[in-house]
């Protein structure tokens, strides 16, 4: 059996169009864009040409845009500024971010330099709005409010738009973790209130160890890595010349496609949640699958047997790719901090299948049959 890949919210395939864009970056054009000979020049140009097109599609300023190995740092810089460089000693989160903020919110926490609120969740996981307002109108120092545009393993999403105008209300800065998003969803940055956002080339079949953060024109933070100039003095180190170019052409792409790709994978994944209902006694789903949710992943919840504590070494034997999610903390599994914050059921064993424009109907069929002797 091929081996059928349903995991691409945490990385998908390089475009082969992506890839030939980049070569001659690995080839050919290798000038250092900070020499000043014409050699130099011409890969400096291609960085600018890509920021310029990343700007346009995000409807942002080339100026706000800059390029990072990817989420991680991106995330890392924008929280480590807002506390370091614009005075937020308050910061509010959701117990449901990526690792990349959780453990960055932590570490300011456990230095004393911001103290840290988790913003109550609804039982579908979204956001609670009400208490997010009432935490920002009990603060009394200047707050970061940093949220993920959309969780990376339920799927559920913010509406960015009411957060950004409560954190205009109370002089907040907002950070959003749009890593599933940039190159999924359109983004008009000019008319959404936010300071940062960040994204990561390698979610929408670009290269790994390539992103974006957008700073905000009227945010003003100092570097995160010093040594040089470059990046408009914002992130010292040679660029990753052919990483930028790949990821300036994987979100052209993207943006192209974003219609017919997004509706034929969101067909996708409601026939996965249809045919797992029909075909699996006691099967259920986290999150808000019906609702607001990334169109890209179906969290899937199985009763947990013998046979089913085993889904994810038996999907592999089976050629399978699909991530977990469980609550459980069983030997080297230490489960899924999202689950246990919405669904904190031990009888349940979660796995997240994620999707793109490469996946077929057939695929999922054969791994709702696999699905059902593995259950």
Do not use: W
Request: net charge negative; proline share 3%; hydrophobic share 40%.
């Amino acid at each position: 059996m091929n081996r059928i890949y349903f995991d691409n919210a945490a990385t998908t395939a390089l475009d082969p169009q992506v890839l030939e864009t980049m070569m001659p970056y690995l080839t050919e054009k290798f000038g250092n864009p900070s020499s000043i000979y014409s050699y130099g020049r011409e890969t400096r140009m291609a960085i600018e040409a890509a920021r310029k097109s990343v700007a346009k599609i995000l409807n942002a300023h080339p100026a706000e845009i800059f390029f990072t190995s990817g989420g991680t740092e991106s995330s890392n810089t924008a929280i480590t500024a807002a506390v370091r460089d614009l005075g937020c000693k308050h910061i509010i989160t959701s117990p449901i971010e990526h690792h990349a903020v959780s453990h960055s919110v932590e570490h300011a926490d456990n230095l004393d330099i911001a103290k840290v609120s988790y913003v109550k969740l609804l039982p579908n996981g979204h956001v609670d709005i009400e208490d997010l307002e009432k935490l920002l109108a009990g603060s009394n120092e200047k707050t970061l409010v940093t949220l993920m545009h959309a969780n990376n393993e339920i799927g559920n999403i913010l509406d960015i738009h009411a957060v950004g105008n409560l954190c205009k209300l109370y002089n907040a800065i907002f950070h959003s973790d749009t890593v599933q998003t940039v190159g999924h969803f359109p983004f008009d940055l000019r008319n959404t209130p936010v300071h940062f956002i960040t994204g990561a080339a390698h979610k929408f079949h670009g290269p790994k160890g390539v992103g974006i953060l957008y700073i905000n024109e009227n945010v003003k933070i100092k570097p995160f890595v010093h040594g040089g100039s470059q990046e408009r003095n914002m992130r010292a180190g040679t660029e990753n010349l052919y990483g930028i170019v790949g990821f300036a052409k994987a979100l052209e792409m993207a943006t192209a496609g974003y219609e017919e790709d997004s509706a034929f994978i969101g067909t996708l994944k409601y026939y996965m949640m249809d045919e797992l209902k029909k075909n699996i006694p006691g099967v259920s789903f986290n999150g808000d699958t019906l609702g607001r949710s990334l169109y890209t992943v179906l969290s899937v919840s199985f009763p947990k047997t013998e046979k089913s504590e085993m889904i994810l070494f038996n999907m592999d034997i089976n050629n399978i790719c699909a991530s977990g999610g469980s609550a459980c903390t069983s030997g080297a599994d230490q489960g899924s901090h999202v689950i246990r914050a919405i669904n904190n059921n031990p009888n349940q064993v979660t796995v997240r299948f994620s999707f793109s424009k490469h996946n077929t109907k057939a695929e999922v069929d054969a791994v709702v049959e696999k699905l059902k002797s593995l259950v």
